[in-house]
Each structure stands twice: as C-alpha cells, then as structure tokens.
C-alpha cells in the first residue's frame, strides 16, 4: 500500500489577475480552491494515474474540512490525525505570466497530536512504500523526517521524501529511497550556485553515494530534470508547452515516478514519466490526468551524462 503524508496541508487559493498591484485593491478575474499540500497533492495524481494511496498527516477546522471532503467526493482514502485549529490557506497569485505565492502559517501540533499520528506509521511494513511531503508545520522540530524515515527504514518500508531547506538536510542522513528536490533546493541545501548540468550531477552523485539514497532526480522546471541513482547518470528534457500553472508540478513528478517505480521498477521509466507528469500538471489548470501524461511521455528525450 502506499501512503502520503502531509504534514502541513493546505487550501491552495489560486486567483487570477491581469498585474498585481501593490499597495492597493486588487480584483480578481477568477480564483478557485484546491486540497493542496504535497502530498495530498501526490495522492491526487495517483488517484488519476490509476493508483491507490492513502493520505496521512494532520488536518483541522473548515479547512481541513474542505480538504476531507474533496477527497471523499474522488474517493482517496484518508487517515488524519484532527487538529484544534485550521489547516492553512496557500494564496497563489497568478497575474501574467508570473506566479507569486503566500503560503499559510502552520496549526500548532501538541505532542498528543504527533504521537498519535506515528501511531498509525508502526504496524507498516516492507509491503507498503510512504510519501513525506512537503514543509514542516513551526510546531515540530526540524529533524522530524529525519526520525520518521529513520523509523520507517527499520520497518522495511520505502521512503520517497520532497521537502526543502533544514528539513531536508536532516532527513537526508537517515537515507531515504528516492528524493525530488529541484535545482534551487539542492544548491540550498550544498550552499552552492549552480551554473551547469555538471554542477547538477556532482551534487546528486554525492546524495546517492554518502548519504546511501538510491534515486535523486533533480527537476529543472523548462529545462525537465537530471537523475542520478542507481540506473546510472542521464538528463531528461521537458516537452515543451504553454505552462499555464505550474503550482503541483513537482509533486506530479514525484507520483509519476512512484507510479511507474511500482509498476515497472524501471528507474529510467519512472523518472521519464516523473517529467512527463510534471508537465503535464504545468500545461494544465490544474492537476495532470493519466492521458495528459501519456502524450507528453514520447516527448521526453533521455541524455546518458
Ligand atoms: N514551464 C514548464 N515547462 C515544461 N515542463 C515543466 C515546466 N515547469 C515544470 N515542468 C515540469 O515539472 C517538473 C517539476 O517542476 P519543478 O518546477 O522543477 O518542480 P517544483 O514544483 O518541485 O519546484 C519538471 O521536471 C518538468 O517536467
Ligand atoms: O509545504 P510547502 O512547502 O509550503 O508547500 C505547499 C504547497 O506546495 C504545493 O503542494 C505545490 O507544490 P509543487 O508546486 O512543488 O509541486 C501546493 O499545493 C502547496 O500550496
């Protein structure tokens, strides 16, 4: 079985305007909600791609309501832990072509609420792989993934991780199976710039070697995504498209990858249908679907480096 976790999920509120004006009362020209969040978002896409999960974290108030119910109404199982206050609210401004996000401050999560939550990790097995996504909510501290990953790998359970900053740092020494960070969050994470491919690679080689991860793919937005693992070293250009909200893109490319991972444990397909769905999700209004990502899949040209 898998299952996501999210443990700081959101409603993404997606409003469109002609500029952005600061300063000043700005009208929206359309705006729509969405049960967002990481990995949620990744348990959607698997929902269209044709697999099951079951989403996990912590959710609370109307909001988190919102978020329950959408996934009830398409049929994704979930098992949250029901927090006191709202789950936050994600304001994805898109006027033109550019995309400017405020992303909610996190509910506070008492030691009741994470004990519970872990709770539901122990009967997990070598049969069931997890998602961690996502940014940590304020309240937990900034080695939590590194202690659930660390967890999980005793249990035998596969652990793909996407998430950013101190969070990411941590968690990497507990060696998780499979990371997503794109190009900024991994020159973050080495306090490094990054000017060519090359750069790229010798910074995900050292991902796969010291810390022991079996897959990382780098994504690159435009520009698709550089993988580095145990099926060698290759770049994967992105189909090119009118990218038209890219919001959910990264999490696409982590469901495409797992989706293709467990079906045909092929990494090198995995990570062409990662790009494939990426862009398929930053074409579209929303969310990728199965047939989106299969038109794109003859588009991805694979580059052994
Ligand atoms: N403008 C774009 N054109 C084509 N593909 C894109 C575009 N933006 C994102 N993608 C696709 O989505 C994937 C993930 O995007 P990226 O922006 O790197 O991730 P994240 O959302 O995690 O920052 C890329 O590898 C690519 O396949
Ligand atoms: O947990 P974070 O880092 O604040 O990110 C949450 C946001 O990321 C998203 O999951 C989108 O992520 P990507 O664009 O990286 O795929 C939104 O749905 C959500 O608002």
Known sequence: MIYTITLNPAIDYVVKLDVLEQGTINRSQGDYKEAGG??????????????????LGFIGGFTGKFITNYLEKVGIAHDFVSLQEDTRINVKLKAGNEETEVNGKSPAITEENYESFVNKLRGLTSEDMVVLAGSLPASLPEDTYHSIVTMLNAQGVSVILDTSGSALEQAIKASPAFIKPNNHELADLFSEKIKTDLDIVRLAKRLHVENRIDHVLVSMAKEGAIYVGEAGTFK??????????????????VAGFLYKWQESNHAEEAAKYAVASGSATAF?????????????LEEVQVTKL
């Open 38 to 55: 990481k990995g949620i978002n990744v348990s959607r896409v698997l929902d269209r791609l044709g697999t099951t999960s079951t989403a």
């Open 236 to 253: 994967l250009s992105a189909p090119t498209g009118r990218a038209v909200h890219s919001v959910g893109a990264g999490d696409s490319s």
């Open 284 to 296: 579209s209004k929303t969310l990728c679907t199965k047939d989106e990502v299969e038109k794109l």
